[in-house]
T-cell receptor
């Protein structure tokens, strides 16, 4: 079984500042890792995913994440945020391979202020 | 780009009634899932479905719930005797053999 911890429930940041949203996972098997974004009253949009290969993963909207196996982390970063990045961000993990369920973290509310 | 389609987008039902949430997964996907998100909370796994049977289910997915793939395209979640605490956003997803998770836009279920 896998679990995900997102320690920061809310992250306020000023526009054009960098941001890092933290995600740690626990698993006894190899994993796939994901970040999803959810805008108010909308569905889940995939930002990026790590399946294998390079540990630095680039996604949509200028986001990137780095898989760190030794620290069991998959932190999400963006060098310069915009007001439009205000949303809930969910980290998720699954066992590697097809057909495995996703286990989500509790989410981090990113609030970008002027 | 292929999409997972969910209908209806919003359903209101009276407590004790049965509801059926419908999903059309991506046509060449092999695995199908239902997830639930209670307002303000995290997304929770309910059930996965492969080769016309349940492959995994969570402790939430008790006898009140059932899933079905009645034809080659639809995937449904039935909730019997709905309770107030069943109010949530329900997401359908499908995936390819190795990976390819795609979520639908969700059905907001409100039990009154």
């Amino acid at each position: 079984a896998q679990s995900v911890t997102q320690l920061d429930s809310q992250v306020p940041v000023f526009e054009e500042a960098p941001v890092e949203l933290r995600c740690n996972y626990s698993s006894s098997v190899s994993v796939y890792l994901f970040w999803y974004v959810q805008y108010p009253n909308q569905g889940l949009q995939l930002l990026l995913k790590y399946l294998s290969g390079s540990t630095l993963v680039k996604g949509i909207n200028g986001f990137e994440a780095e898989f760190n196996k030794s620290q069991t982390s998959f932190h999400l970063r963006k060098p310069s945020v915009h007001i439009s990045d205000t949303a809930e961000y969910f980290c998720a993990v699954s066992g590697a391979g097809g057909g495995n369920k996703l286990t989500f973290g509790t989410g981090t509310q990113l609030k970008v202020e002027l | 780009e292929p999409e997972v389609t969910q209908t209806p987008s919003h359903q209101v039902t009276q407590m004790g009634q049965e509801v059926i949430l419908r999903c059309v997964p991506i046509s060449n996907h092999l695995y199908f899932y239902w997830y639930r998100q209670i307002l303000g909370q995290k997304v929770e796994f309910l059930v996965s479905f492969y080769n016309n049977e349940i492959s995994e289910k969570s402790e939430i997915f008790d006898d009140q719930f059932s899933v079905e793939r009645p034809d080659g395209s639809n995937f449904t979640l039935k909730i019997r005797s709905t309770k107030l605490e069943d109010s949530a956003m329900y997401f359908c997803a499908s995936s390819e053999l190795n990976y390819g998770y795609t979520f639908g836009s969700g059905t907001r279920l409100t039990v009154v």
